[in-house]
């Protein structure tokens, strides 16, 4: 999917209030935060955050704080990611960590980290092939909380649903087949929501067969089952959490 960006791999921009955060920045991430119209500055960002080190998710995580940092002449922001992107065969290339003004090294169920006015907590780790970690946002009472890549396993639902989201964004690579990957199937993504229930989940991170069973359809029937707001991601996709949120418990 990746290198053939049968799907964009730029990660996610999060404004909340006046705080802005890159999440997983990927290849790609860069040129489609400038491309986009009206362009994403940046300059702007207050943090970068990464939930592991793969390729997919942190390619472009030296080009972003280049550019949030102006090439390193304005010290800037705060770089949150787990050891082994920052130390182990690091992902952050080492100069380009000396650009930001904090890191935070991530670690399991760590925090709060504090980005301007918005909290996060980190996630139990995750069954991946290299340290990842979810992410539990939270700012004016809006808790939002990204589950990246990783197998399923129970205690990753109790610690999700600890975090009480109002949003969930669940990565599901895999439909349904027999590889034996660190990644989750359609239908633990959907066990996971139905046990947080949170009142909006958002699925993303598909690869080829999760294409080609229509992700629309398949989160339309996890909002007739369930009664929550459920969107399949697309490139480009933009969403006004609070409104979500907010329809839903209307």
Request: proline letters at 5%; one cysteine or more; hydrophobic letters at 40%.
């Amino acid at each position: 999917m990746v290198a053939r960006q049968l799907r964009a791999s730029g990660g996610m921009w999060f404004r909340f209030g006046q705080t802005q955060i890159h999440v997983d920045p990927g290849p790609g991430a860069l040129v489609r935060a400038l491309s986009h119209v009206p362009p994403f500055n940046p300059r702007e960002l207050d943090a970068i955050a990464l939930s592991h080190k793969h390729l997919d998710h942190a390619g472009d995580v030296t080009a972003m704080i280049e550019a949030m940092t102006s090439g390193g002449f304005r010290k800037r922001g705060v770089l949150l990611a787990p050891a082994d992107a920052l130390h182990d065969e690091p992902t952050v290339l080492p100069y380009a960590q000396r650009f930001v003004e904090r890191i935070e090294t991530v670690t399991e169920c760590g925090g709060p980290y504090r980005i301007g006015d918005v909290t996060m907590r980190s996630s139990i780790r995750h069954m991946h092939a290299v340290e990842t970690y979810g992410m539990h946002f939270e700012h004016e009472g809006l808790r939002v909380s990204y589950l990246p890549c990783g197998r399923y396993f129970d205690a990753l639902v109790e610690d999700y649903r600890s975090a009480n989201p109002d949003v969930l964004i669940v990565n599901v690579l895999r439909y349904s087949d027999a590889m034996d990957v660190d990644h989750l199937q359609w239908n633990q993504a959907r066990a996971i929501v139905e046990e947080v229930r949170p009142r909006v989940v958002i699925f993303q991170h598909f690869g080829t067969k999760m294409l080609e069973a229509d992700p629309r359809a398949l989160a339309q029937s996890v909002e007739d089952d369930f009664g929550l707001r459920a969107i399949a991601a697309y490139d480009g996709l933009e969403v006004d959490l609070t409104t979500e949120v907010a329809a839903v418990a209307g």
